[in-house]
């Protein structure tokens, strides 16, 4: 209890006894209806889950008497109260433009802008707040560093190295710089494991290549590159490094300056923040020396006929009206994680992790991609997986229509890796850290009802 108590002392404004109203909604044709969560005291002082769950509203609530259990956290995580108080706060108190006004709404809106760009690069351990660049979201922050680094740096006969499980969003912007101008793209492929091959990568970097395009945590195989030893050989060979760390900024401590990466992504809304924001990291001297990616108000210091001049970064990478209150509410996620501790969050996602692994890994005729946590150093808290002769979209349809379970299913905008494992689509079940052990053993008695009433009807 002492655990709960502290994390309720963080956050005065819960969801508990804070007057918020969750209506009821319908879908399908089914009829959600609203549940009362418990209070602190009647939760069991036991898992990171138990104690942090009762901060998100969404998630206490029923489909047809079955209970929510939400394990699509690899698209999107939920928001806890706080969060949602931090938006509604902003837009009913102090909405106003940032940067541009003397007044004082806009005073307190840019206070509280630049405060959470503040947090966010303490957050990831940036040497100077002006390495965070708020964009739309990873993808935009992807498209920035091809289109104002890749085409200014990049000719033909250069090398663009990137792995087969990357995101589509770290692939398709670097295919537009090669289209453009004649690099070549070149991809590593898997271990026997089911593991990007790091010691293909190593072979095929050569003077030639110019950037390396990485995840740091797969969201399809759940598996971690290191990250600090491709900088080096990266470094090596002169090539840049670019990192998609979506999976890992949410789930575990990243230190920018220890893992040396030339530019590094994330998306708000993996990470209990708003969606339509995300942030670039790159160091002060690297955007310094990058054209704008997008041209108007605010990335200007002065605008004549014919031309203009460029402000510093971050501002030249900011055109226009940002995400002001989607940004501000990042910074009040960024607090909610910084009170757990990112430290205890991860420790508790590898064992939840590890549990949703063997649980899955028991059911007949599944088959699980990606290593097992016994031949990996790290597994993150997902499995993407198929079941022998069922479809995996029919698998999430019955999941979420009988058992109020919600998975993904699809090839989780990741094509060449499922063409790489032989497979179309694969069922995707992935957790946070406000999920628990018991959701676990509720998804997989839902699975096994599954498969029998799909597979009974053949």
């Known amino acids: 209890m002492a655990a709960a108590a502290a994390l309720h002392c963080c956050f005065p404004g819960s969801a508990i006894g804070g007057g918020f109203i969750r209506p009821s909604s319908s879908r399908r044709g089914r009829h959600a209806a609203a549940v009362v969560a418990p209070s602190r005291e009647a939760e069991p002082a036991a898992s990171l889950g138990h104690?942090?769950?009762?901060?998100?509203?969404?998630?206490?609530?029923?489909?047809?008497?079955?209970?929510?259990?939400?394990?699509?956290?690899?698209?999107?995580?939920?928001?806890?109260?706080?969060?949602m108080k931090t938006l509604d706060e902003y837009y009913r108190s102090y909405n106003s433009n940032v940067h541009r006004g003397i007044h004082a709404l806009s005073a307190k809106a840019t206070n509280a802008y630049e405060g959470a760009r503040r947090k966010v690069a303490n957050f990831v351990n940036a040497a100077d707040s002006r390495e965070i660049v708020f964009t739309r979201n990873a993808t935009e922050a992807i498209n920035l560093v091809a289109y104002s680094w890749g085409l200014s740096n990049i000719k033909q006969g250069d090398e663009i190295l990137l792995t087969v499980a990357e995101h589509h969003s770290a692939i398709v912007p670097w295919q537009f710089v090669s289209q453009k101008t004649g690099a070549t793209l070149k991809y590593v492929g898997l271990t026997k494991e089911e593991a990007p091959d790091i010691e293909q990568l190593k072979g095929l970097l050569s003077n030639k290549t110019k950037i390396?395009?990485?995840?740091?945590?797969?969201?399809?195989?759940?598996?971690?590159?290191?990250?600090?030893?491709?900088?080096?050989?990266s470094k090596g060979v002169g090539a840049k490094v670019l990192v998609d760390a979506c999976q890992s900024v949410p789930h575990m401590p990243v230190d920018v300056q220890k893992l040396g990466a030339d530019f590094l992504v994330a998306s708000s809304h993996k990470m209990c923040g708003p969606t339509g924001v995300g942030f670039m990291h790159g160091t002060f001297e690297m955007l310094s020396s990058m054209e704008p990616f997008l041209g108007g108000g605010e990335m200007i210091a002065d605008v004549f006929n014919e031309k203009s001049t460029y402000a510093e970064p971050p501002s030249r990478f900011e055109a226009g009206t940002p995400?002001?209150?989607?940004?501000?509410?990042?910074?009040?996620?960024?607090?909610?994680?910084?009170?757990?501790?990112?430290?205890?969050i991860h420790e508790y996602e590898k064992e939840l992790a590890t549990?949703?692994?063997?649980?899955?890994?028991?059911?007949?005729?599944?088959?699980?991609?990606?290593?097992?946590?016994?031949?990996?150093d790290h597994r993150?808290?997902?499995?993407?997986?198929?079941?022998?002769?069922?479809?995996?979209?029919?698998?999430?349809?019955?999941?979420?229509?009988?058992?109020?379970?919600?998975?993904?299913?699809?090839?989780?905008?990741a094509q060449i890796l499922h063409r790489t494992l032989g497979i179309n689509a694969s069922a995707r079940a992935s957790l946070h850290f406000y999920n628990t052990k018991e959701e676990v053993d509720v998804f997989i008695n839902a699975l096994k009802d599954t498969i029998h009433f799909l597979t009974s009807q053949h």
């Not at 390396?212 to 050989?233: D, K």
């Not at 995400?323 to 205890?344: F, K, N, R, T, V």
Request: net charge negative; proline share 6%.
């Open 355 to 376: 549990y949703l692994y063997e649980s899955l890994i028991s059911v007949p005729n599944v088959r699980i991609y990606g290593p097992a946590p016994s031949q990996t």
């Open 212 to 233: 390396v395009v990485v995840h740091h945590v797969s969201n399809v195989l759940g598996s971690m590159l290191p990250i600090e030893e491709i900088v080096t050989w």
């Open 51 to 83: 104690r942090t769950r009762v901060d998100f509203p969404i998630l206490h609530q029923e489909f047809d008497g079955a209970k929510l259990v939400y394990f699509d956290n690899g698209a999107t995580s939920q928001k806890p109260y706080s969060v």
């Open 323 to 344: 995400a002001i209150g989607e940004a501000i509410g990042l910074g009040a996620a960024i607090d909610y994680l910084s009170c757990i501790g990112m430290d205890q």
């Open 380 to 413: 993150a808290p997902l499995c993407s997986f198929n079941v022998e002769n069922v479809h995996p979209t029919d698998i999430a349809e019955i999941l979420d229509l009988q058992h109020g379970v919600a998975i993904r299913s699809g090839h989780h905008c």
